[in-house]
């Protein structure tokens, strides 16, 4: 018996419920099978690849991310350098062992210094590749993995991602379709789904103190989102 048949179990004993007959299971599956969406906001709606980038840094700017948009992979160091020395912050980053921050050609920029894996809690600068980007809310949808460490997310002062445009969709049940779509054809860690999927939309912020905006006070106080627009690297 594993974990969660575990955990399930105790919930139907405490509800003094049995397990469900197959007459009961069937219309249950085939609802997860084919989940159905909910009503969708019409502001990504009918836009373009062009639109959606315009959305998505529109929506992310006005949450205090700052986004800076490439033509390709190649163009991804100068502008993460240039960012980094805009920001007085060290030009070395903690970088997620993702095969797309691989393909980029870090030589270009050679003062980068890049360390892959978990951050460590001295680390200012964490950098991640995005699996979708939600242009409705400039929203990041990341997954965790052993190809992306969600402690980067959370962890360093400053957040760098690298987001493909051919990654970004419209409204949020858009990411959740390719989401189903990429984990049942790759399996990613060896599960169905991700153990975690995390939503960052603009850098870590609260306003509980007499109501005056605080960033950084749960996370990264910075977001910088560089989008390649670059078919080919997605």
């Known amino acids: 018996m594993s974990a969660r048949d575990d955990i399930l179990g105790t919930v139907r004993r405490s509800l003094k419920r049995g397990g469900l007959t197959a007459e009961q299971e069937a219309p249950l599956l085939a609802r997860l099978a084919r989940p159905q969406a909910g009503p969708i906001p019409a502001r990504s709606a009918g836009r373009d690849r062009r639109g959606l980038v315009e959305l998505f840094d529109s929506q992310a700017c006005e949450v205090h991310a700052t986004v800076a948009r490439v033509a390709s992979l190649a163009d991804v160091p100068a502008a993460i350098g240039d960012y980094l020395a805009r920001q007085n912050l060290p030009a070395e980053m ?98 169905a789904m991700p153990r975690t999927v995390n939503f960052i939309t603009g850098p870590s912020r609260s306003a509980d103190i007499e109501l005056t905006l605080q960033l950084g006070a749960h996370g990264p106080r910075r977001l910088h989102i560089v989008v390649v627009e670059d078919d080919a690297v997605a």
Do not use: Q, Y
């Open 94 to 191: 903690t970088a997620a062992p993702d095969k797309l921050l691989d393909g980029i050609p870090w030589d270009r920029r050679p003062l980068l210094r890049l360390k892959r894996g978990k951050p460590d809690p001295a680390d200012a600068v964490g950098l991640s590749a995005a699996f979708a980007g939600i242009a409705e809310t400039g929203t990041l949808m990341l997954i965790s993995g052993a190809h992306s460490p969600s402690t980067l997310n959370f962890l360093p002062d400053t957040h760098v991602v690298v987001l493909p445009a051919a990654r970004l969709v419209g409204p949020l049940e858009e990411a959740w379709k390719r989401l189903r779509a990429a984990t049942g054809a790759m399996k990613l860690a060896g599960a």
